[in-house]
């Protein structure tokens, strides 16, 4: 059996996205097959609480345009979700994972056995087969976040950064909402503008709590 493919052959963006046609007929002949997302829930913890009544609102964000798997994803949210339940319990957090796996990945398997010449077509029709899902994010935007209390922050940092490590590029931890200004200086983390995916500078802020 081949064993698979590596995914820095599918980690950077090469081409427009291969997925079902979104078109009103919703023709599927040019997306059959392939296996199905690995991530089935996007969302842990207290989902009662809204996002505004959280201390602090961490993110991960990635630093260039990179494809994620559906089991990079998965990884992600089990990895953040199982140990914040331990350590915190459910009612103590609120996480979501943003990005969508839609991108179909194709591979052309190759028989690497004796003989394996005549049985197979080698590189004609290499167009290949679905085999799995993937999620493509932009530069700068988000992929996880995770409302949390003050006292908690240092577990919640922990795990962000183990969960950095199932992306295959670099990732930054970020505060991307806070309820109060004292919990801003406290938590010690650059305050990030989600929607225009830039940093936010101080002055910025200071202006903003200023006129508010």
């Not at 023709?27 to 201390?55: L, T």
Request: proline share 4%.
């Amino acid at each position: 059996m081949a064993h698979r493919r590596p995914w820095k052959c599918y980690s950077r963006w090469t081409r427009r996205p291969y997925q079902h046609k979104r078109s009103a007929n919703h023709r599927r002949e040019y997306a059959r097959g392939g296996a199905q997302s690995k991530i089935q829930r996007y969302w842990g913890g207290n989902k009662s609480i809204p996002w505004e009544e959280w201390d602090l609102v961490v993110g991960l964000i990635v630093t260039r345009n990179v494809q994620i798997s559906s089991n990079a994803l998965e990884a992600i949210r089990i990895s953040i979700n199982g140990m914040l339940m331990k350590k915190l319990g459910r009612q103590n957090f609120r996480l979501r994972i943003r990005p969508i796996p839609f991108h179909k990945i194709r591979e052309n398997r190759m028989l690497a056995f004796a003989g394996a010449d005549r049985v197979q077509t080698g590189m004609r029709k290499s167009f290949g087969r679905a085999t799995g899902v993937c999620a493509r994010v932009r530069v700068g935007s988000v992929i996880v976040d995770v409302g949390t209390s003050l006292k908690n922050l240092a577990i919640v940092r922990d795990r962000l950064r183990v969960a950095s490590m199932k992306v295959p590029c670099e990732c930054r931890v970020v505060l991307l909402k806070y309820r109060e200004a004292e919990f801003l200086k406290k938590a010690g983390l650059p305050l990030y503008d989600s929607k225009k995916r830039r940093e936010i500078p101080l002055y910025e802020v200071s202006l903003e709590t200023a006129e508010t």
